[in-house]
T-cell receptor, first 113, second 115 residues
Framework: SQKIEQNSEALNIQEGKTATLTCNYT??????LQWYRQDPGRGPVFLLL?????KEKRKERLKVTFDTTLKQSLFHITASQPADSATYLC????????????FGTGTLLAVQP | DAGVIQSPRHEVTEMGQEVTLRCKPI?????LFWYRQTMMRGLELLIY????????DSGMPEDRFSAKMPNASFSTLKIQPSEPRDSAVYFC?????????????FGPGTRLLVL
């Protein structure tokens, strides 16, 4: 069956360190992979999109990698801050043809001051 | 722009009652998505529309769930009759289209509790 797995445990790191979140998928061939941030009581907010032919994408302190051989994406936040504390969701397009997405269960990141 | 607007933000009802959730997408967006989020199952797509037409409702759990989009600025998700297992946060999202790289913009969600 189709499956997306993210770090099931919460990730606790110290302020200033780099946070690395993992997204693994099986039985998909997505054309794109997206990362969203979700704060408590709010809807997910889009952060980054990476295409299957891109190895890496950066936006300010965020970096995403996409390895279609390993079927894995890594999401990095450098120089992390307490304000980065949130749940981060990865999402894949189901078919490569539309933006109908399937989401991972998310990883809760807590950045300690 | 005000973003995606959902109402009500919170709903508490008793089992067997009808529940109607409402969504106003971002002006100019052609596609609208309804999701449900629970701790156990995460964020699940229920149904989505393009140009007010339902495209895929394969995620709708049962016939008790129905969704409509009578015009480009309004959609409803109805549960009749509601059951305790329907308790979840329901999100509406909109996008500029269905192209695979189109970003989805989510509303704040409706937190539903069925007693």
């Amino acid at each position: 069956s189709q499956k997306i797995e993210q770090n099931s445990e919460a990730l606790n790191i110290q302020e200033g360190k780099t946070a690395t979140l993992t997204c693994n998928y099986t039985n998909y061939s997505p054309a794109y992979l997206q990362w969203y941030r979700q704060d408590p009581g709010r809807g997910p907010v889009f952060l980054l999109l990476i295409r299957e032919n891109e190895k890496e994408k950066r936006k300010e302190r965020l970096k995403v990698t996409f390895d279609t051989t390993l079927k894995q994406s890594l999401f990095h936040i450098t120089a992390s801050q307490p304000a980065d504390s949130a749940t981060y969701l990865c999402a894949l397009d189901r078919s490569g043809a539309t933006n109908k997405l399937i989401f991972g269960t998310g990883t809760l990141l807590a950045v300690q001051p | 722009d005000a973003g995606v607007i959902q109402s009500p933000r919170h709903e508490v009802t008793e089992m067997g009652q009808e529940v109607t959730l409402r969504c106003k997408p971002i002006s100019g967006h052609n596609s609208l998505f309804w999701y449900r989020q629970t701790m156990m199952r995460g964020l699940e797509l229920l149904i989505y529309f393009n140009n007010n037409v339902p495209i895929d409702d394969s995620g709708m759990p049962e016939d008790r769930f129905s969704a409509k989009m009578p015009n480009a600025s309004f959609s409803t998700l109805k549960i009749q009759p509601s059951e305790p297992r329907d308790s979840a946060v329901y999100f509406c999202a909109s996008s500029g289209g269905l192209a695979v790289q189109e970003t989805q913009y989510f509303g704040p969600g409706t937190r539903l509790l069925v007693l």
